[in-house]
């Protein structure tokens, strides 16, 4: 099991970017949390099987229907199982 911190820049906000991410990393059990920043960006954690976190990951970057993903920052941390589900913070 592994931990992501993420941050995702371009047009992430405005777009359906946390729902939509929401909806991806419960259908492929992965928990955490995003949300947006003041300065634009889109930060999210991810736990869970390193396959559906990296396939979460990289579904944030290539196919969320409308947003424009122009950089991501990507910090591995210590898993901690914390979560209960994924959510969106405010």
Same mark, same amino acid.
């Given at each position: 099991?592994?931990?992501?911190h993420?941050?995702?820049?371009?047009?992430?906000?405005?777009?359906?970017f946390?729902k939509n991410t929401?909806?991806?990393?419960?259908?492929?059990?992965?928990?955490?949390w995003?949300?947006?920043?003041?300065?634009?960006?889109?930060e /999210?954690?991810f736990?869970g /099987?390193?396959?559906?976190?990296?396939?979460?990951?990289?579904?944030c970057r290539n196919e969320?229907?409308h947003?424009?993903?122009?950089?991501?920052?990507?910090?591995?941390?210590?898993?901690?199982?914390?979560?209960k589900?994924?959510?969106?913070?405010?």
């Amino acid at each position: 099991m592994i931990r992501k911190h993420v941050y995702f820049k371009g047009r992430v906000q405005g777009v359906f970017f946390r729902k939509n991410t929401k909806e991806k990393a419960r259908k492929e059990g992965v928990r955490g949390w995003v949300r947006n920043l003041r300065d634009g960006r889109v930060e /999210a954690v991810f736990e869970g /099987a390193e396959d559906r976190v990296k396939e979460v990951i990289r579904w944030c970057r290539n196919e969320q229907p409308h947003a424009k993903v122009t950089d991501v920052e990507i910090i591995d941390e210590e898993f901690t199982n914390e979560f209960k589900g994924f959510d969106i913070r405010r």
